[in-house]
């Protein structure tokens, strides 16, 4: 049975275990104070061609969002966010957990709009509310979208305007970088966003999220929160090889375009029989709509979510490709869907 | 430079990065619910010889100490520790930013003593005071001594009379459970104890810490206080796998013993020549007193921590070994004292 | 300039008062400990005609709902609450800030349905979500309007269904349950509730809300969530004091019912000038929709909150009516109105 | 029985009272947006001379001493107190629950030194440890001792060198403000100190302490946090009346003067027979050190605090004076002290 429930089902890509492989016994300094993780920060920095971020290694997602906006907020601070957002249904409380509350804006795409901001913005006014001060998007989206330059500067702009800390998760950031449609690059995001982070786990590492904090104002003692959070590992240098590996080459943007190849195929495999999609497939999540008799079967041969009922007879799914998706198991999806006809 | 700075210098011991490269490709489930993480569970249930207790993989120390004790006790509930405890001094507060607070018990040589746990309780009786509802210890300590069975049994008692949760930090337990003059085993721990965990970081893994919760009360919706502190990675499988290579066989005992046997020797080459030491040496640290002049000369080979000034010409240092100490650093250590006397 | 701004414009009831007076110079002993509150209690408890209930004075609402949530709930554990809830958008996160989560239901009329309850239930099964553990509502709600025992008893069922808590906001309380359509009792109160707690600030005191804790699982340790969130008023007899005054006659309901009458009088002059309200009047507010240009008019006389924009000339006001509402003050609404006609 | 135990035994002062019962049935606005709160912030702010600081009326001590600790810090960030702090022993654990850690120092007679709040600092200079912001001291303290204007310019002085903001708990500000040693005034508090409260609950109010926030850069938002711990009053304008009445003319330092002539009256009394005490006598609190047998007879006609068991025969009890001490309880003490000799 193959899956395509996940982009984290198998271990590092190979040339980040090899670089784990080879340093394994060399001694190294603790907590992320070693020449590994200062040379992936280097190779980082130098994609966004500036010097002036301060980079950190964090093992997870939802502990870099928790640490992010419990740091950069007061207690009386909120972070909007797409109803869809991660932080919202997906992370057990977390963001609460830490003593915020995150206003939801229900949008298309799971995007957020500059309209949606100012909306809240003008609403949260009197002092028996909560204070919006940070927004958090993601890119690509748990929908899979991506935002466009123009939409980014655009929230950019608002976040300005109303001086909201503007944080990007970019858990699946890879994957909407190397988007055929993506026109938005690492220098982009370092001059549009205030903080956002590199995900290392769903794009080839074991572990791992280079949290790039732009602002200046954001940058002092955070190495105290995430100390305080149980975030700083003791073997930092054990994320510091794995984004050397990712960054030392290019190996960071050939492994999102192959997961976005992948997803292609099965993109057009899926079309090609007349089928439709709850959005519009672009990275590496595909959101099919398909006749509940027909997953019986694929459930058979593959693994996957079952993202929402549709109508009496159809279910959309998710299928998600990775850096290890192989060739043989979208074939054998292009296979499974021959005989397969939408009418 | 050979460092004795700490026991997290190095990766993975070789036989638990050969069973992370051999699994590297398969596909497992994510969020801890794969086969190696139940492989390793088993393996460290059939230890103790029980199969009611639950276990957890939990990335780092920090973390756990922070989510065991955030997730048992009532808002209104503190802990007790020793002053030297970790959670106390050295975790950047982040037991109280879970809203607890830390009672602190001066003692000996790192350790708690049943009467220190008693007086405590015995202070604390009124509404404006914290209710102490958890004793938090840890073996070995950080002064590296270990419980004897009948200390760790009186302290069990107390916590029994006093209904309140034992739990054993046992980042350092492999170290601990193979002293020489070491009696407990496993198997004393889990009916000793309600909730404790075995250090993988500091004994072999690139990181995780296994946490066992014995008592029922304490297993409810566990996972879910996992999530909320970030703390679930999604490549789970990476600690299952791990903990699999520590646990399939005796490699974790056989890892803690190298420890103390380079510890062992270190401490007998350093007693030949007349120095004394802050704590008796037992476990994988030691705490030698030297002279300021001789310090400045150790330091050209060897890196460590200063631990505490003791007088005006005199500094207790720490060396830690682990398993990935070597027989040469060992021996240039005793090359160097060759020629010290401390008249 | 008449105020129907709100129902905490005034001091306390001149009965309430005159206790205070009266023993202003006795001797009483602190944190609530005192021989008022005793009593005050035993009054209150006999109108349920039980005494297996634990009461406890605190000196606000918001406080009130924050120590209930956050003293009841586990870490991962969640309140449902209608989207209008005070707790949700007139609180200044205060639940949050406790580390719990608030799952919004938009319903009819700030009520919410036991099916409302059922399906967030039903969506939250996973441990990337909370945990639904409690049910928050109000009676009267923000909008004015009460439960029937029909309404409440479904909801209390589906809350013992689903082993959650059902904690009622009763901050205008003696409103809703002087209301002539109401058929709730405090007997029926303290039999389908697990906790709530009976408005003083609102309803003639200076301040003070009196918890009834119900539920047997929920008294223990409570004085100390009151204390550790700085709600144990060192003189505790004053809130004593006045529920003394409030229960040990008929006091309280006289209060409510006069709120209730004042209102209903307002509500009757405004419909006879044919003017639609947005929700059906019923306890002491209401909601008429006025022409923009008559507010100016109004506004001048009366003091008053714009509660929503309904079209581009017809705006809802809320109209609040106390213990402390004057026959002029309603009189002299109906003389502004006499003139006035909705067509 | 005469109580001595504390200064909240009574109500308001007659005069405090009077100004609540005279308007009483006056509306006015809520929330402490009203013109007594105003009129009371500017008699307090004429005491200091100065215009520039932010005066807030909250409900209670440990409310007030949480709401500005949480405010202030960020999540690393740590106070520093007394070990006899009240924060820290006599609240429940409410300043952990807010997030952050209390560092104690041991100190004499309950107040910290400059020294003292050094070592403190220089001590905690590394991430894996708090960051100390804040310092936490009380005028006068625990133990009823109060600091001199030079001891507290030193720790101003202090404060300032290492970026500490200084936090001064003023429950019984009006005692020690008061003492026959005291040489500070409200105007030198007002320059040596960044934020402190004069508290009313202990001084003639039914309830409430007045926060003076002095420290420009602490002063944005201060409301939100207030209505977020839930500790602001719909009806305000009680405290404010109160405080009205206290600062209208000279009754705050009336009141505290007599609770100090009380208790020099007592402490002559005590002293004339040849007991000693555990703090020497100054303000409205005394430590006297009694015989065991004579404690049993006190008793009977006197309630009090057995403070600290001194020897197996001797206690050191607690008595406190305030505003409403009379004359007679004085007078029957010195009758009781009258056939006592301590040999």
Chains 1, 2, 3, 4 share one sequence.
Request: aromatic share 10%.
């Amino acid at each position: 049975m193959y899956s395509f429930t996940n982009d984290y089902s198998e271990g590092a890509h190979p040339r980040v275990l090899e670089l784990l492989n080879k340093y394994n016994l060399e001694q190294n300094a603790g907590y992320g104070e070693d020449i590994h993780s200062e040379n992936a920060k280097n190779h980082i920095k130098k994609l966004m061609n500036r010097k002036d971020v301060d980079i950190h290694f964090i093992p997870g997602g939802t502990q870099t969002n928790l640490i992010v906006i419990s740091s950069f907020l007061r207690p009386h601070q909120a972070v909007i966010s797409p109803e869809t957002g991660h932080i919202h249904g997906h992370e057990t409380g977390a963001i609460e957990a830490t003593g915020h509350k995150i206003i939801t804006v229900s949008g298309k795409d799971g995007k957020l709009t500059p309209e949606g901001i100012k909306k809240v913005v003008e609403f949260h006014k009197e002092e028996y509310t909560v204070k919006p001060k940070m927004v958090y998007i993601s890119n690509s989206t748990e929908l899979g979208t991506i935002y466009t330059k123009e939409e980014l500067r655009a929230i950019s702009k608002v976040c300005k305007e109303y001086e909201l800390i503007l944080f990007l998760d970019g858990a699946r950031l890879a994957s909407a970088l190397t988007c055929s449609s993506n026109d938005i690059s690492f220098k982009d995001l370092s001059e549009l966003v205030d903080v956002f982070y590199i995900g290392g786990t769903k794009n080839g590492a074991l572990l791992g999220e280079a949290l790039v904090i732009v602002k200046e104002e954001l940058k002092e003692d955070f190495r105290y929160f995430i100390k305080q959070r149980g975030a700083m590992l003791a073997k930092g240098f054990v994320m510091g090889i794995q984004f050397e590996a990712l960054f030392q080459d290019d190996l960071y943007f050939e492994l999102g375009k192959h997961a976005n190849e992948m997803s292609n195929k099965i993109a057009g495999i899926i079309k090609s029989k007349g089928f439709a999609f709850q959005v519009e497939p672009c990275s590496n999540q595909l959101f099919p709509i398909l006749p509940d008799s027909l997953l019986e079967e694929l459930e058979k041969e593959f693994s996957f979510i079952r993202n929402e009922k549709i109508d009496d007879d159809h279910t959309a799914i998710r299928l998600v490709t990775s850096w290890a998706t192989t060739n043989e198991s979208v074939e054998a999806l292009g296979k499974f869907f021959e005989n397969v006809n939408n009418k």
